[in-house]
């Protein structure tokens, strides 16, 4: 089993920048992708959009919406991943979530993802 607890979620205003860590804890071994999935107020729990991954080799991938904006990265000694968040957007407030799985070297689909975190709240003023 893996847990994945989120943190740095909060209150900033459009244009400003925000880092999100997840710390793994459990069978972190067993990993093989790990990242970021969002979802937007008003929208049901199947339509959580894809922020971004990082898989055990290091590659990482982006959803179009943050590509250039945002970058994930990993600290491997503390089983942490990081979401830098820069040019903030209203539209990028969301409920994000980290998301592991351990069968495959990208996150979706969504059915497919081994574990997730609790969320943390991103919200972001014009």
């Known amino acids: 089993q893996v847990q994945l607890v989120e943190s740095g979620g909060g209150l900033v205003q459009a244009g400003g920048s925000l880092r999100l860590s997840c710390a793994a804890s459990?069978?972190?071994?067993?990993?093989?992708?790990i990242g970021w999935y969002r979802q937007a107020p008003g929208k049901q729990r199947e339509q959580r959009e894809f922020?971004?991954?990082?898989?055990?080799?290091?590659?990482?991938n982006y959803g179009d919406s943050v590509k250039g904006r945002f970058t994930i990265s990993r600290d491997n000694a503390k089983n942490t991943v990081y979401l830098q968040m820069n040019t903030l957007k209203p539209e990028d407030t969301a409920v994000y979530y980290c998301?592991?799985?351990?069968?495959?070297?990208?996150?979706?689909?969504?059915?497919?993802?081994?574990?997730w975190g609790q969320g943390t709240q991103v919200t972001v003023s014009s």
């Open positions: 998301a592991a799985r351990t069968n495959a070297v990208n996150l979706g689909p969504l059915s497919e993802i081994n574990y």
């Open positions: 922020v971004a991954r990082i898989n055990s080799s290091g590659a990482t």
């Open positions: 459990g069978s972190t071994t067993s990993i093989n992708a």
